[in-house]
């Protein structure tokens, strides 16, 4: 069985632009949640989806949003990128409430300039 | 100002010992522990887990160790080997409307020498 899929692996942005990050979850995995990894903070919880809804939000600002669609495949997010920004973001997936064992991607490495 | 990085502790064990990477946890109402390990490069990878209601838990060469008096979690490595090198997080969640909020430890570096 496939694992979790995050595209792209690498994106550079300057600030001020957004970007869209995007998880495919574990075939039959409806649970999708997203982290942010930086030296700085370590990994912190973004948000997390399940059948299309959000069920939980981290403590980010209104510029980080996400959606789920009926497929459960998800996309993140970020627009006016700061600096700050510049992080690893991780998505997972578990196979119902999220209580299970979530099953990261490779991430996707996001550059801000 | 300019941000800090975390500064992880750092285990450096020679192969074949048995390692032994300590967390404490901060939310007694947490009912879920998991133990992922890191390598440069990589996403977590899910190593074992283990709920409230058990003290240990045993998979391939590693155990799981909970203390709920003190809020404390160990993952214990048996045969550690070169492979095994990497950050190593223990991750608690919470339950109920918690739902897939993973709360990280800062981490371990796990440091294997041949």
């Known amino acids: 069985k496939a694992g979790v899929t995050q595209t792209p692996r690498y994106l550079i942005k300057t600030r001020g632009q957004q970007v869209t990050l995007s998880c495919s979850p574990i075939?039959?995995?409806?649970?999708v949640s997203w982290y942010q990894q930086t030296p700085g903070q370590g990994l912190q919880f973004l948000f997390e989806?399940?059948?299309?809804?959000?069920?939980n939000k981290g403590n980010f600002p209104g510029r980080f949003s996400g959606r789920q669609f009926s497929n459960s495949r998800s996309e993140m997010n970020v627009s006016t990128l700061e600096l700050g920004d510049s992080a690893l973001y991780l998505c997972?997936?578990?196979?119902?409430?999220?209580?299970?064992?979530?099953?990261f991607g490779p991430g996707t490495r996001l550059l801000v300039l | 100002g300019e941000s800090v990085g975390l500064h992880l502790p750092t285990l450096s064990v020679q192969e074949g010992d048995n390692s032994i990477i300590n967390c404490a946890y901060s939310?007694?109402?947490?009912?879920?522990f998991i133990w992922y390990k890191q390598e440069s490069g990589k996403g977590p990878q899910f190593i074992i887990d283990i709920r409230s209601n058990m003290d240990k838990r045993q998979g391939q060469r590693v155990t799981v160790l909970l203390n709920k008096t003190v809020k404390h979690l160990s993952l214990q490595i048996a045969a550690t080997q070169p492979g095994d090198s990497a950050v190593y997080f223990c991750a608690e969640n919470a339950g109920g409307t918690s739902y897939g909020k993973l709360t990280f430890g800062q981490g371990t570096i796990l440091t294997v020498h041949p």
């Open positions: 075939s039959g995995h409806r649970s």
């Open positions: 939310n007694s109402a947490s009912d879920y």
């Open positions: 989806y399940f059948s299309e809804t959000q069920r």
């Open positions: 997972a997936s578990s196979l119902l409430v999220g209580t299970e064992t979530q099953y």
